[in-house]
Structure formats: structure tokens, C-alpha cells
Nanobody, 124 residues
Framework: VQLQAFGGGLVQPGSSLRPSCAAS????????MGWFRRGLGKEREFLSA????????YYTDGVKGRFTISRDNAKNTLYLQMNSLTPEDTAIYYC??????????????????WGQGTQVTVSS
């Protein structure tokens, strides 16, 4: 599957943004999908994942209640609704996919396919 992330941008603190990840080549419901981000000088950080088929959702503690992962199977697109953004959310946001569940969603090395990333900047 090929992934293309888009929908980042420059927003003010407290705003919302919804990056998207368009998939091609395969149906995203066949894959476990995740969102990660990398801030300047930081490691790639797991944010959220949605399981294949059942669509169970997982979040890191730091974004629970603010971020919501979803997918539209008809559009073959993954989303990350982000609310109450702060400057600490500034990063490049990546979507990722893997076919097989290996016991974790948090490890970026477990994902086989990555989008190119979309920049999110939160600043006043």
C-alpha cells in the first residue's frame, strides 16, 4: 500500500486540525494503521492506531481526549482529528501501515509502509 499524508498547516494554539492519509494500492481496512510524529530534535513518537477490520482504537496518554483517529473505507483514507493544539504539538506527522499485528502498535519499526509526512505548526 502507498500512503500520502496531507492536511497539515500553521494554526494558532487552541485550534483544531485534521491531517489525512490517502492510501492506494490496497484497502486500508486490511491494515493496522498508525499515526506518529517527530518534533524537531526528537524521536518519532507514537500517537494513535486503529486496528484492521474491527477498527479498535489506541492512543498514547498524551493525546487521549484531544486526538481522534478514524478511517473512511470508501475513501480509503485515514484521519487524525486534533483538537486543543498547543505549540508542543508542532511536528511532522506521519501515517503508517502494517498487515500483521505483532503485539504492539507503539513501535514504529513494526510498520512496513509510511507516508511522507505533513508538517503541523502550532504558533501564535
Amino acid at each position: 500500500v502507498q500512503l500520502q499524508a496531507f492536511g497539515g498547516g500553521l494554526v494558532q494554539p487552541g485550534s483544531s486540525l485534521r491531517p489525512s492519509c490517502a492510501a492506494s494500492g490496497r484497502t486500508i481496512s486490511d491494515y493496522h494503521m498508525g499515526w506518529f510524529r517527530r518534533g524537531l530534535g526528537k524521536e518519532r513518537e507514537f500517537l494513535s492506531a486503529i486496528s484492521a477490520s474491527r477498527g479498535n482504537r489506541y492512543y498514547t496518554d498524551g493525546v487521549k481526549g484531544r486526538f481522534t483517529i478514524s478511517r473512511d473505507n470508501a475513501k480509503n483514507t485515514l484521519y487524525l482529528q486534533m483538537n486543543s493544539l498547543t505549540p508542543e504539538d508542532t511536528a511532522i506527522y506521519y501515517c503508517a501501515a502494517k498487515l500483521y499485528y505483532d503485539g504492539t502498535y507503539y513501535n514504529p519499526r513494526a510498520y512496513d509502509n509510511w507516508g511522507q509526512g505533513t508538517q503541523v505548526t502550532v504558533s501564535s
